[in-house]
């Protein structure tokens, strides 16, 4: 089992910024895929970002390509994403979540941090 605990969120102004961090224990960090969603009230739960076991490949939404940034430590067992540029419709929970690297789905999910942003 992998245990992920999201951290970071909170309020903030359109145009701020905020750093997500997730904290993972439980299994080996660097077997694991990484990604961000997020969900908005009243929305499905939707991909932000993910980054594979080595940091070598990074993916994005298309509504937060140039304003976020994905990263990980894998000697701190750590997800990160930068947002930068906020905006009110980034206004929603968001879960960080894992998968061993051969997997085809996420199956390890966090409790999620709540993100507002204020226009």
């Known amino acids: 089992q992998v245990q992920l605990v999201e951290s970071g969120g909170g309020l903030v102004q359109a145009g701020g910024s905020l750093r997500l961090s997730c904290a993972a224990s439980g299994r080996t960090f660097s077997n694991y895929d990484m990604a961000w969603f997020r969900q908005a009230p009243g929305k499905e739960r939707v991909f932000v970002a993910s980054?594979?076991?080595?940091?070598?490949?990074?993916s994005y939404a298309d509504s937060v390509k140039g304003r976020f940034t994905i990263s990980r430590d894998n000697a701190k067992s750590t997800l990160y994403l930068q947002m930068n540029s906020l905006k009110p419709e980034d206004t929603a929970v968001y879960y960080c979540?894992?998968?061993?690297?051969?997997?085809?789905?996420?199956?390890?999910w966090g409790q999620g941090t709540r993100v507002t942003v204020s226009s």
């Open positions: 980054i594979t076991w080595s940091g070598g490949s990074l």
């Open positions: 979540a894992a998968k061993f690297k051969i997997s085809r789905e996420y199956n390890y």
